[in-house]
Each structure stands twice: as structure tokens, then as C-alpha cells.
């Protein structure tokens, strides 16, 4: 009963700790996401954009189409928390599926190390449809571990079509598919010359190889429902061909550059001690170690990845643990009894103390827009669009906007045409040469970008204060960069486009806040 208590009590801090987590974060690309799924539900659906000027009439395939529609659907009739519990319970159950993918029963030891998975991955967390991706991802991966045993391959259609409906990381899946196909087709072919290599039999045959194969053909065309067909391959396809936001977006940066997350690190350092021990016992399989491998590389080059590293750690780092404290016990029969009630005693202490933790520091609002202190935070434009929306009175505006502002802006402002939001990241193109992110930046930060801006019909410009967009440096941080590093990132210089626009006599600051400066073109 006590043990019980104790794993209801650590599920429950889980999801309280995600609750909080999410609750207490904004992304812009949220405004967006609940424009489409309103339009969409209104019977207007977006084949071409018509939320910004400079890309206006052009075709967008919206590759989280599903996603905003559920996104709306809740919103509109349950309020925002709702999407905060949805996305929470994604992320709190892809952590637990993990774990129940390797271990038949979920430990309090192993729910221990899920909660501390959680806080690693706490530095990636918000309200945002990519966070129901893990899920997926975890989901395919348990379907994947249980052949030969069981016949899951039919699963994978509905998964991926569902994945692909939600969030355009859909493709992950695919790759992780081909992992396991080619890493038992390696042990096959390795196993008869070089056993020892071949790591542990996963029981895989030749015939179900192809039966993989088969079902992950159906995989592809299952995902090809869609209100787009083909063009959702193509849009997804294009991230891989298109490097430029890769070089300026925080969440696609290295985890090598600042900021710095260690905890995801440190994960992916003791795992891979593991993994090579349990290679050479024979007791994990080929694909297994080039999962490891993938996922390792996917976050070491891009920062977003690092939740997927968190979850492909968090089993192996459970299972090491939980043979050593097998050992410690069986040294110790007489004293395993009291250890055991005593430990569970604490653990319910302090799973409750997480629980009322996060529970008063959660946001249990519906109406996130009215949340100023919160959006301030992070920060958005709160005020600015306030100001803007009063100004205007509903008519049609033209913005040169904060980029990361956009998606905001689209829903905060709906009057405004913005010059660009989080749907054109990556594949919007300016000209044949450039994306409509790289145009955005020369408008902003090359000397001929201030000519560019008057000769186009902004009448407004809104730009940040924060001109690094990066938090303050942490102890670990202090670390790993020096002084100078740290006078670069956070450098006072404006942008060249605030300086002209300060010089200039055809445009003045109409407001100002500890956020934001808006500048209004003066009529002729």
C-alpha cells in the first residue's frame, strides 16, 4: 500500500511540475496557431498567407494544420488552461511511456529519475504544439521495441499520420523507423561473422525487416491525407535544404553555443558510459546504439532537440540504477525492509511538497491575453499592441514587426498586416536568393536596410528593447564563457535600423515602454 501511495504521489508531482512548467511560459507562435484554426473553422482556410504584407498571396503549406485545429477547438470552447493541460499531459506521458517501454512496472526509483528527466528538459518546456511531438516519438519507439513479439508494425500509420497532422516534426519518425530497419539488417548481416559486434538479438528476421518496410511504406502515403497532399512532404522536406534560420534562431542554435544547458548533457555523458558496457555484455541492440547516436547528434546541433536526448537517456539511466541498488539491498537483506518504509515516507513528503510547489506557482488563467506581467516577461509586446489596437480603431496597418513578435501580433493585432511571423522560418522566400527571415534581418541590420523600409508601406515599426533575446548567464555559463563573449551577446548597439529611424524626420516614437519602442511614419 505505502509503495502504492508513493508512485501515485510522484505521477501526480509530475504532472503538477509540467502544469507549472508550461503554464508559465508564452510563445508567439501560439497567435498564429489560434488565427488559422479560427479562419479554418469560419470556412476559411489558408492556402496562401494573409497575414503578412510583404509575403501576401503567396502559397503556405500549413504543415501543423491538425494541430491548430485542435488548438482552436479547445480554445474556443474550454478556454487557454486547457491547452496547457493537453500539452503538459504530453510531455508528463511520453516521460512515463519511456519508462514502461523497457520496465513491465513503473518504480518509484524510475518516477523519481522521470521527475528529474522533467526538470532537465524544463529549459525547452511552453505552451506550444511542438511539445506533443515527444509523445509520438515515444509511442513509435514502444511499437518499434515490441517486434517480433508482437506485431505492431500496423500501428505506424495512424501514428505518423496523426504526428503529422499535429507538428512538422513528423519526420523524425520516419528516421527513427529507418534506424531500426537498418540496424537490425547490420546485426543480421554481422551476427554469423561478428558476433561480438552485433550487439543484443532483438529477435528481428529478414521477413520482418520487409514487413517494415511495407508498413512504412503505407506510413507515407497514410501521411499524404492531408488538405495539402504532397506540398506536406515538400514544406518538411525543405528544412533540410534550408540553413539560414539555423544560424540566427535560438531554439535550431548548437547546444554548444550560449546559453549553455548542461542537465540534458550530463544525461547524454553517463549514457554513453552505459551504452558501451551494455554493447559489449551484449545487452543493447545495434539499433538501439545508433538511436543513441542520432538523437545525440540531432541535439548536439540544434538545441530543441535536447527533450528527445532526455527521453532516450531517462531508461538507461533508470535500469543502471536500479541493478545497482539491487546489489546494494542484497548486501544488505536485514536493513531493506526499513530502508524501503523510510525512503517511501520521504518520497511522499517530498512529492507533496512539489505538488503544492507548483500548484501556487501555476497560471490558472483562460485568458492569456490579459496576462501582461507574464507576457511582459518573456517579453511580448503587450502594451505596444494595446496602444496600436487603440490608434488604429480596426483599420488596416502595415508593420515592420520584431520577428519572434509576429506570430503575436497576428492574433493580438488582428488589423495589422505584419512583415513576418514563425510560419515563415524557414521556406518563405523573398527572391530566388533569399529567405524572407535573411530580408527581414537586412532590413534591420544592414546599412541599406532603412532605404528598403521607406520605400515599403510600413506604417508602423515595433521593435524589442531586449536586443539580445538571450536570458542573463548562470553559474555554469560563467563557466564555460568568458568576459568577452558575454560583452558580444549583450551588446547595447542598436540595431542600424533604430538608429536611422531615430535620425530620421518622416518617423517618430508614438509609444514606449520597459519592452518595446513603436515608431510611426509621418504623413507628408
Request: aromatic fraction near 18%.
Amino acid at each position: 500500500m505505502l509503495q502504492k501511495t508513493t508512485k501515485i504521489a510522484l505521477i501526480i508531482a509530475g504532472f503538477v511540475m509540467a502544469l507549472s512548467f508550461i503554464s508559465s511560459t508564452f510563445d508567439g507562435d501560439f497567435g498564429w496557431h489560434l488565427r488559422f484554426g479560427m479562419d479554418a473553422f469560419a470556412g476559411n482556410w489558408q492556402y496562401t498567407d494573409s497575414y503578412t504584407w510583404p509575403y501576401f498571396g503567396q502559397p503556405w503549406t500549413n504543415h501543423e494544420w491538425g494541430g491548430d485545429l485542435l488548438f482552436w477547438l479547445l480554445y474556443s470552447n474550454l478556454g487557454y488552461f486547457s491547452l496547457v493541460v493537453l500539452v503538459a499531459t504530453a510531455v508528463w506521458g511520453a516521460i512515463l511511456l519511456t519508462q514502461k517501454i523497457f520496465f513491465k512496472k513503473l518504480t518509484s526509483d524510475a518516477l523519481i529519475f522521470s521527475l528529474v528527466a522533467l526538470l532537465a528538459a524544463k529549459f525547452l518546456l511552453s505552451m506550444r504544439l511542438a511539445w506533443l511531438a515527444p509523445l509520438f516519438f515515444v509511442l513509435l519507439w514502444h511499437t518499434l521495441e515490441k517486434i517480433p513479439r508482437k506485431k505492431t508494425f500496423y500501428w505506424w500509420p495512424l501514428i505518423l499520420w496523426a504526428w503529422s497532422a499535429l507538428h512538422g516534426s513528423w519526420i523524425l519518425g520516419f528516421i527513427v523507423l529507418n534506424i531500426y530497419i537498418a540496424g537490425n539488417a547490420l546485426a543480421l548481416l554481422l551476427k554469423n561473422k561478428f558476433p561480438k559486434i552485433s550487439g543484443a538479438d532483438t529477435g528481428w528476421t529478414l521477413s520482418t525487416i520487409k514487413n517494415a518496410i511495407f508498413w512504412q511504406i503505407i506510413s507515407w502515403l497514410a501521411v499524404l491525407a492531408n488538405p495539402y497532399g504532397i506540398k506536406i512532404w515538400q514544406e518538411v522536406g525543405s528544412y533540410f535544404t534550408q540553413n539560414y534560420f539555423k544560424q540566427v534562431v535560438n531554439e535550431w542554435l548548437p547546444s554548444y553555443a550560449y546559453p549553455v544547458y548542461i542537465w540534458p548533457l550530463v544525461f547524454a555523458a553517463f549514457s554513453v558510459i552505459i551504452i558501451f558496457l551494455g554493447w559489449k555484455q551484449k545487452k543493447i541492440s545495434l539499433a538501439q546504439i545508433i538511436l543513441f547516436i542520432a538523437i545525440f547528434s540531432a541535439a548536439w546541433q540544434y538545441k530543441r532537440n535536447n527533450i528527445y536526448l532526455v527521453l532516450v537517456c531517462l531508461p538507461i539511466i533508470t535500469a543502471t540504477w536500479e541493478i545497482a541498488k539491487g546489489r546494494i539491498l542484497t548486501s544488505a537483506k536485514n536493513a531493506a525492509t526499513k530502508i524501503s518504509i523510510a525512503t517511501s515516507g520521504l518520497t511522499i513528503f517530498a512529492a507533496l511538497v512539489i505538488i503544492f510547489y507548483s500548484l501556487s506557482h501555476t497560471y490558472w488563467t483562460n485568458n492569456i491575453w490579459r496576462e501582461r506581467v507574464l507576457l511582459e516577461r518573456y517579453p511580448f509586446p503587450f502594451g505596444a499592441a494595446e496602444f496600436l489596437k487603440q490608434e488604429t480603431a480596426g483599420q488596416k496597418i502595415y508593420v515592420f514587426n520584431e520577428f519572434w513578435w509576429g506570430g503575436y501580433l497576428n492574433w493580438a493585432l488582428p488589423n495589422a498586416l505584419v512583415f513576418l511571423d514563425g510560419r515563415g522560418t524557414a521556406t518563405w522566400r523573398y527572391d530566388e536568393k533569399t529567405t524572407m527571415l535573411e530580408e527581414y534581418r537586412k532590413i534591420k541590420y544592414d546599412a541599406g536596410g532603412f532605404q528598403k523600409l521607406e520605400s515599403s508601406p510600413a506604417q508602423y515599426v515595433i521593435l524589442s528593447k531586449n536586443l539580445a533575446g538571450y536570458p542573463k548567464p548562470n553559474f555554469i555559463n560563467r563557466i564555460i564563457f568568458d568576459q568577452k563573449d558575454f560583452d558580444k551577446i549583450f551588446s547595447d548597439n542598436k540595431s542600424q535600423i533604430e538608429k536611422m529611424l531615430e535620425r530620421s524626420k518622416n518617423w517618430q516614437i508614438v509609444y514606449e515602454d520597459k519592452t518595446t519602442r513603436v515608431w510611426s511614419r509621418t504623413l507628408p
